[in-house]
């Protein structure tokens, strides 16, 4: 059976990969084809996308990867510290470009 369209979002947006969503989104499948015991309905695609938001989310957690939330404040350190060499680069091309202003 096709995964869904937006499988590969999903996936990117939980930090796992392509594959392990598709054996997921299987898991997922088996799992609503034995609650509802129909294949096609509404309720069983509701079951399904129920339980592959739960897998996923057992599987973050399980990974330890850090939160959205975490990440933002891990990027916003990360820029901090690139902060001062900015500035050193900066001042050496405005210090070079008065030298060659003055030697002209």
Same mark, same amino acid.
């Given at each position: 059976?096709?995964?869904?369209?937006?499988?590969?979002?999903?996936? %990117? /947006?939980?930090?796992?990969? @392509?594959?392990? +969503?598709?054996? $997921?989104?299987?898991?997922? &499948?088996?799992?609503?084809?034995?609650?509802?015991?129909?294949?096609?309905?509404?309720?069983?695609?509701?079951?399904?996308?129920?339980?592959? %938001? /739960?897998?996923?989310?057992? @599987?973050?957690? +399980?990974?330890? $990867?850090?939160?959205?939330? &975490?990440?933002?404040?891990?990027?916003?350190?990360?820029?901090?510290?690139?902060?001062?060499?900015?500035?050193?680069?900066?001042?050496?091309?405005?210090?070079?470009?008065?030298?060659s202003a003055? +030697?002209?």
């Amino acid at each position: 059976m096709n995964s869904p369209m937006i499988l590969p979002w999903i996936a %990117h /947006k939980a930090g796992i990969s @392509e594959a392990r +969503a598709e054996e $997921l989104w299987r898991e997922a &499948l088996c799992h609503a084809t034995d609650s509802t015991g129909w294949v096609g309905t509404s309720d069983y695609w509701e079951a399904a996308e129920a339980h592959l %938001h /739960k897998l996923i989310e057992r @599987e973050i957690s +399980a990974n330890c $990867l850090p939160t959205p939330e &975490l990440s933002g404040w891990v990027r916003l350190q990360s820029r901090m510290a690139h902060l001062p060499l900015l500035l050193a680069e900066s001042w050496s091309i405005a210090w070079v470009r008065l030298l060659s202003a003055k +030697a002209l």
